[in-house]
């Protein structure tokens, strides 16, 4: 499955904004997905993840009741609601496919081409 993330920009402090993620493949429904974000200079971390039907999201506590990941499995497209942001929120965004081990959600397969996100304060 390919990957292409877009919606990101500028947005002050306090504001909010989507950023979606769509997938090439006839195989997106059987993936859960996840959202990843890597700030300048800093490694890429887990966000949020979604299971395959959409029944059930996992979010990093650093984004928990902030931000809400979602699917469209219809239109192949997994979705970031990011709200109340936060000039820490700023870092490139990136979707993947991911599988849980040990508690913790990793990626799978190539990774897409993120979507910048700045938050200015």
């Known amino acids: 499955v390919q990957l292409q993330a877009s919606g990101g920009g500028e947005v002050q402090a306090g504001g909010s904004l989507r950023v979606s993620c769509a997938a090439s493949?006839?195989?997106?429904?059987?993936?859960?997905m996840g959202w990843f974000r890597q700030a300048p200079g800093k490694e890429r971390d887990f966000v949020a993840a979604?299971?395959?039907?959409?029944?059930?999201?996992f979010y990093a506590d650093s984004v928990k009741s902030r931000f809400t990941i979602s699917r469209d499995n219809a239109k192949n497209t997994v979705y970031l609601q990011m709200n109340s942001l936060k000039p820490e929120d700023t870092a490139v965004y990136y979707c993947?496919?991911?599988?849980?081990?040990?508690?913790?959600?990793?990626?799978?397969?190539?990774w897409g081409q993120g979507t910048e996100v700045t938050v200015s304060s």
């Open positions: 993947a496919a991911v599988r849980r081990s040990s508690g913790s959600w990793s990626p799978f397969g190539p």
């Open positions: 493949g006839r195989t997106f429904g059987s993936y859960n």
């Open positions: 979604v299971t395959s039907s959409g029944g059930n999201t």
